[in-house]
């Protein structure tokens, strides 16, 4: 079993329907890939959020079942926008699971885009109005992080006002882990800084990966945090082909039908590393070097089966 304590796996409940047939999505590969990834010796595996604008599984209905279905990795949300939910159903959907999983719950939370009419439509869908959704998103932290206590919450927060609100069952957890997501955003990169457990990102180069994490460094250091205390995690798409050409080819296909944007304007946003194994390892080695202590690996492909399993032959013996 190949030893992955730094490295998760990120499950397809988006490509379950993109790649649907006629019978409808195939959600039993989300289950075997999560069971398949435990076995193979992976720390966690994730799943990712959105309801309206890229329609995939829900992601905590997902990571319920995963619990109930494996034993020891951890399970993410990479990630989940907190802002499109009350933090109130929120905190109890994620204490119960917590619980399911006997404490594998980890969530990752992020604030989302604004730069497109089907994320301004996403928000609208649920009563939030986009330009809330980073306030939303810090005070719901904050909520959430009180009401995983235990104790009685009152509060007389902007969006979330709550008056003597007590929340069972609790986490298993002291509090479940919160991993913020952020690439070069002043306020995003202010929050990891403030709230973070960890944080995440897709940069796509390694100086703009060191420019971010010297930003959390500077703030952390102005509210008397040490840095050191927050996990740097990145988040990288890869596709496995000893043919590079085939590999962008179909790393192409998958990340247009993923976004439904051009995926020459999406590989300069997030990390993508097509081609043989020893590009992965050559980038993944580069950002280990830039202090990127965990790894979330997303599979830019149809056969998400068989590119673990070349990842886990291939890649991880050299990078983990």
């Known amino acids: ?52 604008s890229k329609p995939r599984m829900e992601p905590l209905t997902a990571m319920a079942a995963i619990a109930a ?7 993410g949300t990479a990630v989940l926008l907190n802002a499109l939910r009350h933090p109130v159903h929120l905190a ?35 009563g939030v109005p986009i330009e809330e959704r980073a306030p939303r998103m810090e005070e719901s932290i904050r909520v959430m992080r009180a009401l995983w206590t235990g104790e009685p919450v009152t509060s007389d927060g902007e969006f979330y ?32 800084a403030e709230l973070g457990d960890a944080w995440i990102t897709n940069v796509p180069s390694t100086e703009l990966f060191d420019r971010c994490w010297q930003r959390i460094e500077q703030n952390a250091g102005e509210l008397g945090r040490d840095a050191s205390e927050i996990g740097r995690c990145l988040y990288i798409s890869v596709n496995l082909k000893d043919d590079t ?35 992965s390892i050559d980038a993944i080695k580069a950002y280990q070097d830039s202090g990127a202590d965990y790894f979330i690996v997303r599979f830019a492909s149809p056969d998400q089966m068989g590119q673990m399993a070349r990842f886990t032959e291939e890649v991880l013996p050299h990078v983990s």
């Open 92 to 126: 109890h959907s994620a204490a119960t699971i917590d619980n399911i999983s006997a404490g594998r719950t980890i969530l990752g939370l992020g604030a989302g885009r604004g730069n497109n009419q089907m994320f301004i439509d996403e928000h609208a869908a649920v």
């Open 69 to 75: 279905r494996t034993n020891r990795v951890k399970i």
């Open 245 to 279: 050409d085939a590999a962008l080819a179909e790393g192409d296909r998958f990340m247009q039908a993923y976004y439904s944007v051009p995926y020459d304007v999406i590989s300069k946003q997030l990390l993508c590393v097509f081609g043989p194994p020893q590009k």
């Open 161 to 192: 006002p709550l008056e003597n609100v007590t929340l069972e069952p609790g986490p298993v957890q002291s509090s479940i882990p919160l991993w913020i997501s952020s690439n070069w955003v002043r306020r995003g990169l202010a929050r990891v």
């Open 1 to 52: 079993m190949s030893q992955a304590n730094n490295f998760g796996v990120l499950l397809p409940t988006r490509g379950v329907l993109v790649y649907a047939g006629s019978n409808g999505p195939r959600v039993e590969l989300t289950w075997q890939m999560a069971e398949t990834a435990e076995r193979a010796g992976y720390d966690s595996v994730w799943v990712g959020d959105s309801i309206t």
